[in-house]
């Protein structure tokens, strides 16, 4: 997964809030196209945001929007995901991806929804109880 590593999520109740980070190398962070997909069980992949590290400007998918911010920390190469107003139907395994410097825009949300699968790295687990 070219050294993108995820880290947080946990078990909220519905209307909670959680982060997810994504940790890369510095040549991966810079100038590129880095987002999050998450897929929930017997469901396909989902796009959900990105950001292009270059700009600062940001993606979402409609389902959260409103509800969930992405950012950047360039002191420690890490995007985070900052998920407010949780949903039961959030909940899913939710992985970061990197896209490249051209990956960024509305297509970025479809592209974080088709990640070849050799790409997957651990994820992580993110619960939200009605």
Request: hydrophobic residues 30%; contains cysteine.
């Amino acid at each position: 997964a070219q050294g993108l590593v995820e880290s947080g999520g946990g078990s909220v109740q519905a209307g909670g809030s959680l982060r997810v980070s994504c940790t890369t190398s510095g040549h991966t962070y810079s100038n590129n196209c880095l987002g999050w997909f998450r897929q929930a069980p017997g469901k396909e992949p989902e796009g959900v945001a990105a950001i292009y590290t270059g700009e600062g400007t940001t993606y979402y998918a409609d389902s959260v929007k409103g509800r969930f911010t992405i950012s950047q920390d360039n002191t420690k190469n890490t995007v985070n995901l900052q998920m407010d107003s949780l949903k039961p139907e959030d909940t899913a395994v939710y992985y970061c991806a990197a896209l490249g410097a051209g990956g960024c825009g509305k297509v970025a949300i479809h592209a974080l929804a088709v990640v070849p699968h050799r790409f997957w790295g651990q994820g992580t687990q993110v619960t939200v109880s009605a």
